[in-house]
């Protein structure tokens, strides 16, 4: 939309207050302010949402793998058979053996259910997700044999335990005697402590390697699943379906979504849900634009009678008025988009201060599954929320900008 220099001046005199007009411009303001408050309030919603969402994905697979191949009653007997299959899959980048049994341990009398996780060394050292999250002690100090597990952060919190205590782990399926089946106790040395920032792994999981696992779970040469890690996480069931044929009667593959399915699904909806919510104050915000335009409109209807005696024509009044709206939805717009991605930088900083000033806990790990507010802002949701916001300034202009049009030069000035 070009306009000419006449259109501009008269535009950008009406985006400026006026003699007796300074409540047409308070409404325009807060027009302004209110797409502005929209546009700010889908951006840090969004991309808040899309964090969690990222977030959890990274911790649970990065613990959990893309799938896992688990045996019958968690036990896989032939696993080295299956785990070279398992590398030998087209598409599969990693494939590890893994155990994992819940517990209980205890220290000092306190006593904790636990998720006592075995791992190959080499597993322990490299896994990305435990890799830079030690709080306390080091990974390394875990070697088979050596009578030292890693614990997490909750946990340790929960025990009163820090590096160096003993922690034993009690296994109920223990040695049968004559009067019952004794359970069984194994003292641990705390070797490491993590806070991977997944509110449930951190409060449960207890690492060892897996030959001490295998020992302390009576099992022999024996584990319970092989984790596998493909090139795609979002294919993995097309991935791993020949695995699945050659396993079939020895064991199941669940892939992450199985294992997440009423987590992610309800995290879908609810990103859907919020979207469709937060553009409704978009949605008010234009229909504030409109009422100030046609507020302009009342106000300059003998100017704009004028104007029409004096050449102007119809099309140059439809974009005279089309541009002080959507000047007004595009500087809300850009506004927003400023002040949603300034809160998302200081977004941990601001939830504290509010914490602090409240007195209230606002994000309570142990209900929000994650240690700190995540962001993860997708350019494309970024886009759209941007393109929505003009589409609907634009559109609300459409009315008062043709009701402008339409006046009648003769009808206004017979009187004056």
């Known amino acids: ?47 808040v949402m899309n964090g969690f969402r990222a977030e959890l994905f990274d911790k649970i697979v990065g613990l959990n793998g893309h799938a896992v191949v688990q045996g019958y009653g968690g036990r896989l007997p032939d696993w080295r058979d299956i785990l070279k299959e398992a ?7 990693s494939a590890t053996p893994l155990i994992e049994q819940p517990l209980l341990g205890n220290y000092n009398g306190r006593v904790e259910a636990v998720l006592v996780r075995g791992m190959t060394v080499q597993e322990i050292r490299s896994n990305e997700t435990l890799k830079g999250k030690v709080l306390a002690g080091s990974l390394a100090s875990l070697t088979p044999n050596s009578g030292k597990i ?74 319970g699943m092989i984790e596998v890690q493909t090139v795609d996480a979002d294919d993995v069931q097309n991935i791993l379906a020949p695995l699945a044929d050659k396993v079939t009667g020895r064991a199941v593959i669940q892939d992450w979504r199985q294992m997440n399915a009423s987590l992610f699904e309800a995290l879908a909806v609810e990103r859907v849900a919020m979207f469709v919510v937060l553009s409704i104050i978009v949605l008010v915000a234009v229909f504030n634009i409109l009422s100030s335009l046609i507020m302009l409109v009342r106000a300059k209807t003998r100017d704009i009678a004028i104007l029409r005696t004096m050449g102007a024509s119809r099309s140059g009044l439809i ?12 500087l809300g717009m850009v506004a927003g988009t400023v002040l949603g991605f300034t809160f998302l930088f200081f977004r941990q900083p601001i939830v504290n201060a509010i914490q602090f000033v409240t007195g209230q806990n606002l994000w309570d790990p142990s209900i929000r599954f994650l240690t700190e507010l995540p962001s993860q802002s997708d350019p494309a949701e970024i886009i759209t929320i941007c393109l929505m916001a003009l589409v609907f300034s634009f559109l609300a202009t459409l009315y008062p900008a043709f009701k402008a049009a339409n006046t009648d030069p003769v009808q206004v000035l017979r009187y004056e």
């Open 150 to 223: 890693a614990i997490g952060a909750r946990l340790a919190e929960n025990l009163g335990i820090s590096v160096g205590g003993r922690l034993s782990i009690i296994n109920p399926a223990g040695r049968a005697t004559p009067f019952g089946t004794v359970p069984r106790e194994i003292s641990y040395e705390v070797g490491a402590i993590f806070e991977v920032g997944v509110y449930e792994y951190d409060k449960a999981f207890v690492i060892m390697p897996m030959e001490d696992a295998q020992t302390l779970l009576l099992l022999g040469d024996v584990v």
């Open 319 to 330: 974009k005279i008025f089309m541009t002080v709206g959507i000047t007004i939805g595009t």
């Open 1 to 47: 939309m070009i306009l000419s220099r006449y259109e501009r001046m008269i535009a950008r005199r009406y985006l400026l207050p006026g003699k007796g007009e300074g409540f047409i411009f308070l409404v325009a303001g807060i027009s302004l302010v209110a797409v502005m408050l929209g546009v700010a309030a889908l951006i840090i919603v969004m991309s």
């Open 87 to 93: 590398k030998a899959t087209p598409g599969v980048t």
